[in-house]
């Protein structure tokens, strides 16, 4: 009898041992948040947040991981279908946007969406909005505002006290600017419209450079689809306005650095770019005398690209009220300021007071006062599947034209643009988006 | 007449002996059918033993070899997209889309650029440093392992590294040894027939070393007793290569053709590099294949097309190389 009670005794001691060996570590246990970002300043932004939120919530861990662009684009396509993504993801809008189309991501939740509501620009928040449902499909983080860079030194040395207003006036500033070897081969571009490069971002660069001024877009909706928006004159006077600057006045050469390498270099006079930039210039070329303007103006448009980056979580989470908690307060006030002083990104927030970064960043004022005015149109991307497809598509037809100076014949350009717009048409259609 | 030693007529008649015994044992061997009711002159346990070996090599090559390339014809004849709920048979739409697509075009004939300059140079080139390394030149191991080095670096730094070496104007090591030698600039990167043509010498660069190698060990393998019969002969030195070295290592040269053409046919690291970077780039003329299929399986999500695409890349690859063994095989026939 007493055997028998002891073997019970000691086998429930056994019992409750092993069953508080597996709950308290359990309870005990961290939530724990996986981020994925394809920016090296963000990740380092987002490692010190991180840091940061974990003193202010000790069941909380953060892990930001660091993924080259088209890696990050491969993992995604890999892992969110198989729904082993991450807690989070800081990345473009349409690189994330095919994936809440086909369900695979969380919107944002009420009351996270209702705040940023109050707290974002309405043109931004209106942007990323599914219009097929009417929810706030990711939360916008930071913003893509271009704006033109430019050497002060070398605008002092060509006598110009004033900045460019229009493009047309840009363009003769330019002339000025472009300094040429004994060969004739530019040393100096006057203006770096940057010619080449991977994926879609050269027909970004043109987007805002030149499609913008002359009011036309890369697609136009019609009804609710699309249709290739630049298959007209005022596409072809875009891409005229190039071919010009590279054959014709001959500002920029496609034989010369461009972006922000080149403006470090001090071999361009002007480029347009996003905030980052002054980072960039802050650790790299810290000598480059510079500032910024907005955009020029030109004949039928003001304005540029302003494509959102956000933060979106995946389905597959099982943190998503963690998750939305640590995302929103990565967009309070002081993580704002930080935000612009430490990575340079511009915070997608207009209605904090940067009075700080401006003592970092003297040229960060123009980007905030474009993003606050009414009268610069910014362009987001439009929310669809085949966006990406398209600008891709239409950057390789660029980079191939850039180089034509046959091209100058109205004829042979209007060829160029036409098969182009066919292209992007082609696209649409098979994604069942082309509008008759 | 030729004597026999009386141990070779021993030796003879113990095989006879041999001979006899196991032709009986054949005779009295017991019959199995197998599973085609056939007679079947392996026992049980033999077949067992075939299978238990064979089934794990079969299965396995069924796996990564066959049932992918069964699965890629499959989706190929869809519009299967990673994010796209709904996947139809869409029949041989994707491979007439092909047909129509310009940049797959060019990409096209810039892959047949690829193996038409990379082949013949890594084989010739190969061959003849390989030739000259077999001469007993001084410090031959120091030159073996110089020529195999850039085949064991990875193709990410090393593309990164040439694309500094062409960055144009003043930037970039070979246009400043250019100028320095008071020569213009090239526009190594913005004319695409160049930048397609220095792509190409990254690769060859980079593989050249393997080839020297190979050929290098068949070359070893050569009895030199040929050689020497054939200087006793009068030959010159080109004959003895010519004549001698070179049908000797046939072997490995196909084997060095078919891996230089399946190599230069999939190259794809070296132009994803040069063609990326916002600082300087060559553009999309410089696209080949793998490139494609690439975009358009991962960076488009249009899964459907790029199998389509990897299956073209596939077949042709194949199809090269069957001819390559063709016309090499004849000539050794």
Redesign the interface.
Same mark, same amino acid.
């Given at each position: 009898m007493y055997k028998k009670s002891f073997v019970y005794l000691v086998m429930t001691g056994i019992l409750t041992v092993c069953l508080v060996g597996i709950i308290s570590p359990l309870a005990m246990s961290k939530v724990r948040i996986s981020m994925w970002t394809a920016f090296p300043e963000m990740f380092e932004f987002e490692k010190s947040a991180g840091r940061r939120y974990e003193k202010l919530h000790p069941n909380v861990e953060i892990e930001v991981t660091l993924f080259p662009q088209?890696a990050l684009?491969?993992k995604a396509?890999a892992a969110l279908?198989a729904g082993e993504g991450p807690d989070l993801i800081d990345f473009h809008k349409i690189g994330v946007y095919?994936?809440h189309?086909?369900?695979?991501m969380d919107v944002v939740p009420s009351d996270v969406a209702e705040w940023a509501r109050e707290n974002l620009p309405a043109f931004v928040f209106n942007a990323n909005v599914d219009p097929r449902t009417n929810r706030l499909i990711i939360l916008p983080l930071y913003i893509n505002v271009e704006c033109m860079y430019y050497n002060k030194d070398y605008f002092k040395e060509a006598g110009f006290t004033t900045l460019p207003e229009d493009i047309y006036e840009q363009m003769m500033y330019a002339e000025k600017l472009v300094k040429y070897d004994t060969?004739g081969?530019v040393?100096r571009a006057g203006l770096d419209l940057?010619l080449?490069?991977?994926?879609s971002?050269t027909a970004q660069k043109f987007w805002t450079q030149a499609m913008c001024p002359y009011g036309v877009r890369p697609i136009d909706p019609v009804g609710d689809k699309w249709r290739a928006g630049y298959d007209n004159e005022w596409g072809q006077k875009a891409l005229k306005y190039y071919l010009d600057a590279v054959h014709k006045y001959k500002v920029e050469s496609?034989?010369?650095?461009?972006?922000?390498?080149?403006f470090g270099?001090g071999?361009t006079s002007m480029f347009q770019r996003e905030s980052w930039v002054m980072a960039y210039l802050r650790d790299h070329a810290p000598e480059i005398n510079y500032s910024a303007f907005p955009m020029p103006k030109g004949p039928r448009s003001w304005g540029g690209g302003g494509t959102t980056i956000g933060l979106s979580v995946p389905k597959s989470s099982v943190h998503k009220k963690e998750t939305w908690a640590f995302a929103k307060w990565l967009l309070n006030d002081e993580n704002s300021v930080r935000l612009f002083c430490e990575a340079g990104w511009q915070p997608i927030r207009g209605n904090v007071d940067y009075s700080e970064v401006y003592k970092v960043f003297p040229a960060a004022r123009v980007f905030v006062e474009v993003l606050n005015t009414p009268e610069f149109k910014l362009f987001d991307y439009e929310l669809m599947?085949a966006i990406?497809?398209i600008h891709?598509?239409i950057?390789?037809r660029l980079?191939?034209a850039f180089?034509k100076p046959e091209l100058l014949d109205p004829e042979k350009l209007a060829k160029v643009i036409d098969d182009m717009a066919n292209e992007t048409n082609r696209i649409l259609a098979d994604y069942d988006l082309l509008a008759k | 007449m030729r004597l026999v030693s009386l141990s070779d007529q021993r030796k003879f008649l113990s095989l006879k002996i041999d001979m006899k015994r196991n032709t009986n044992s054949i005779v009295k061997k017991k019959f199995y059918y197998n599973w085609l009711g056939r007679p079947n002159s392996l026992k049980r346990s033999q077949v067992l033993f075939i299978l238990t070996v064979f089934i794990p090599l079969i299965a396995l090559f069924l796996i990564i070899r066959i049932i992918p390339i069964v699965t890629v014809f499959g989706i190929s004849l869809t519009n299967l997209h990673?994010?796209?709920?709904v996947t139809k048979f869409v029949g041989i739409r994707n491979f007439v889309h092909l047909l129509g697509d310009e940049?797959f075009i060019s990409s096209f004939f810039n892959s047949v650029e690829y193996v038409v300059v990379a082949v013949p140079l890594e084989i010739v080139l190969g061959l003849t440093f390989a030739l000259m390394l077999n001469r007993k030149v001084k410090f031959e191991s120091l030159y073996e392992t110089l020529y195999f080095i850039p085949y064991i670096l990875p193709m990410v730094p090393v593309a990164i590294i040439w694309k500094w070496f062409y960055?144009?104007?003043s &930037?970039g090591l070979a246009n400043y040894l250019l100028g320095s030698l008071g020569l213009?600039?090239v526009?190594w990167?913005?004319n695409?027939k160049i930048a397609l043509l220095i792509t190409i010498g990254i690769h060859v660069w980079k593989n050249l070393g393997y080839f020297v190698i190979i050929f290098l060990v068949g070359l070893k393998n050569v009895p030199n007793n040929l050689r020497e019969a054939s200087k006793i002969d009068g030959a010159t030195n080109w004959q003895t290569i010519r004549l001698i070295e070179l049908p000797l290592i046939k072997p490995i040269i196909l084997y060095g053709v078919v891996m230089a053409t399946v190599w230069s046919w999939s190259a794809f690291t070296e132009v994803y590099i040069m063609?990326?970077?916002?600082?300087?780039?060559?553009?999309?003329?410089i696209q080949v294949l793998v490139y494609r299929l690439y975009?358009e399986a991962?960076? &488009?999500?249009?899964m459907g097309r790029g199998c389509a695409v990897s299956l073209v890349v596939f077949l042709i690859s194949l199809g090269i190389v069957l001819l390559e063994f063709k016309i090499l095989r004849w000539k050794e026939r």
């Amino acid at each position: 009898m007493y055997k028998k009670s002891f073997v019970y005794l000691v086998m429930t001691g056994i019992l409750t041992v092993c069953l508080v060996g597996i709950i308290s570590p359990l309870a005990m246990s961290k939530v724990r948040i996986s981020m994925w970002t394809a920016f090296p300043e963000m990740f380092e932004f987002e490692k010190s947040a991180g840091r940061r939120y974990e003193k202010l919530h000790p069941n909380v861990e953060i892990e930001v991981t660091l993924f080259p662009q088209r890696a990050l684009d491969e993992k995604a396509a890999a892992a969110l279908p198989a729904g082993e993504g991450p807690d989070l993801i800081d990345f473009h809008k349409i690189g994330v946007y095919p994936y809440h189309a086909a369900g695979l991501m969380d919107v944002v939740p009420s009351d996270v969406a209702e705040w940023a509501r109050e707290n974002l620009p309405a043109f931004v928040f209106n942007a990323n909005v599914d219009p097929r449902t009417n929810r706030l499909i990711i939360l916008p983080l930071y913003i893509n505002v271009e704006c033109m860079y430019y050497n002060k030194d070398y605008f002092k040395e060509a006598g110009f006290t004033t900045l460019p207003e229009d493009i047309y006036e840009q363009m003769m500033y330019a002339e000025k600017l472009v300094k040429y070897d004994t060969a004739g081969n530019v040393t100096r571009a006057g203006l770096d419209l940057r010619l080449s490069g991977g994926a879609s971002g050269t027909a970004q660069k043109f987007w805002t450079q030149a499609m913008c001024p002359y009011g036309v877009r890369p697609i136009d909706p019609v009804g609710d689809k699309w249709r290739a928006g630049y298959d007209n004159e005022w596409g072809q006077k875009a891409l005229k306005y190039y071919l010009d600057a590279v054959h014709k006045y001959k500002v920029e050469s496609l034989d010369i650095k461009s972006d922000a390498e080149g403006f470090g270099l001090g071999i361009t006079s002007m480029f347009q770019r996003e905030s980052w930039v002054m980072a960039y210039l802050r650790d790299h070329a810290p000598e480059i005398n510079y500032s910024a303007f907005p955009m020029p103006k030109g004949p039928r448009s003001w304005g540029g690209g302003g494509t959102t980056i956000g933060l979106s979580v995946p389905k597959s989470s099982v943190h998503k009220k963690e998750t939305w908690a640590f995302a929103k307060w990565l967009l309070n006030d002081e993580n704002s300021v930080r935000l612009f002083c430490e990575a340079g990104w511009q915070p997608i927030r207009g209605n904090v007071d940067y009075s700080e970064v401006y003592k970092v960043f003297p040229a960060a004022r123009v980007f905030v006062e474009v993003l606050n005015t009414p009268e610069f149109k910014l362009f987001d991307y439009e929310l669809m599947p085949a966006i990406d497809e398209i600008h891709t598509r239409i950057a390789e037809r660029l980079m191939v034209a850039f180089k034509k100076p046959e091209l100058l014949d109205p004829e042979k350009l209007a060829k160029v643009i036409d098969d182009m717009a066919n292209e992007t048409n082609r696209i649409l259609a098979d994604y069942d988006l082309l509008a008759k | 007449m030729r004597l026999v030693s009386l141990s070779d007529q021993r030796k003879f008649l113990s095989l006879k002996i041999d001979m006899k015994r196991n032709t009986n044992s054949i005779v009295k061997k017991k019959f199995y059918y197998n599973w085609l009711g056939r007679p079947n002159s392996l026992k049980r346990s033999q077949v067992l033993f075939i299978l238990t070996v064979f089934i794990p090599l079969i299965a396995l090559f069924l796996i990564i070899r066959i049932i992918p390339i069964v699965t890629v014809f499959g989706i190929s004849l869809t519009n299967l997209h990673l994010i796209r709920p709904v996947t139809k048979f869409v029949g041989i739409r994707n491979f007439v889309h092909l047909l129509g697509d310009e940049q797959f075009i060019s990409s096209f004939f810039n892959s047949v650029e690829y193996v038409v300059v990379a082949v013949p140079l890594e084989i010739v080139l190969g061959l003849t440093f390989a030739l000259m390394l077999n001469r007993k030149v001084k410090f031959e191991s120091l030159y073996e392992t110089l020529y195999f080095i850039p085949y064991i670096l990875p193709m990410v730094p090393v593309a990164i590294i040439w694309k500094w070496f062409y960055t144009p104007g003043s &930037f970039g090591l070979a246009n400043y040894l250019l100028g320095s030698l008071g020569l213009p600039y090239v526009p190594w990167m913005s004319n695409p027939k160049i930048a397609l043509l220095i792509t190409i010498g990254i690769h060859v660069w980079k593989n050249l070393g393997y080839f020297v190698i190979i050929f290098l060990v068949g070359l070893k393998n050569v009895p030199n007793n040929l050689r020497e019969a054939s200087k006793i002969d009068g030959a010159t030195n080109w004959q003895t290569i010519r004549l001698i070295e070179l049908p000797l290592i046939k072997p490995i040269i196909l084997y060095g053709v078919v891996m230089a053409t399946v190599w230069s046919w999939s190259a794809f690291t070296e132009v994803y590099i040069m063609t990326q970077g916002t600082d300087i780039s060559t553009g999309a003329e410089i696209q080949v294949l793998v490139y494609r299929l690439y975009q358009e399986a991962f960076v &488009f999500h249009n899964m459907g097309r790029g199998c389509a695409v990897s299956l073209v890349v596939f077949l042709i690859s194949l199809g090269i190389v069957l001819l390559e063994f063709k016309i090499l095989r004849w000539k050794e026939r």
